[in-house]
């Protein structure tokens, strides 16, 4: 019994590796991009009159977030993206994640920026978002950076601290998640 339970879950295990692979294969074609969620800083949201500026004032990475961010850039050199253009929230718990990463320089995108506070701007700041992909010039792999708010109301899932989806390009109506590969 327990070899017949091996060789199906083996059987399953199989497609959705290939899937992984042919994922990652079209993120260094440029066929489609990375978008994670920051890495694990504890808490929900921010404290009370944080300023964007003041990294001090807002919820931030712990050591297991640094350890987090720091093992996806090696999984993404693993996978031979030494490179990438690399957008962040303004956030900086966003930020570090994005520098940890280790893949070039980080560049603030404000439509990665949470909405957690300011629900009202999810519509508009999604339009937004989609706007900034659609102009993306072809090049290096792309990796953004963001928080879970501005990723469920994307692509409509729930990732953890350091999830990431890999989302074909060009973004549709409705997105494609390609792969979904927790931290």
Known sequence: MLKWGLLLLLALAGPAAANTDEA??????????LLMRHTHAPGTGD??????????TQ?????????????????LREQGIHQARVYSSQYCRAQETAT?????EVVPEPTLSSFFARRERRAEQTR???????????????????????????TGLFPRAGE?????LPLEDRVRVLARINP
């Open 164 to 168: 990431a989806l890999i989302l074909a």
């Open 47 to 56: 404290p009370p009159g944080f300023v964007l500026e003041q990294c001090h």
């Open 128 to 154: 937004e978002l989609r706007r900034f992909v659609a102009g993306l010039e072809p090049g290096l792999p792309v990796v953004l950076v963001s928080h879970q708010v501005n990723l469920t109301a994307l």
């Open 59 to 75: 919820r931030n990475l712990d050591e297991l977030g640094r350890e987090q961010a720091r093992a996806w850039g090696d999984r």
């Open 100 to 104: 940890l990463l280790g893949l070039g």
């Open 24 to 33: 990652w294969q079209a993120l260094r074609e440029g066929r489609a991009m």
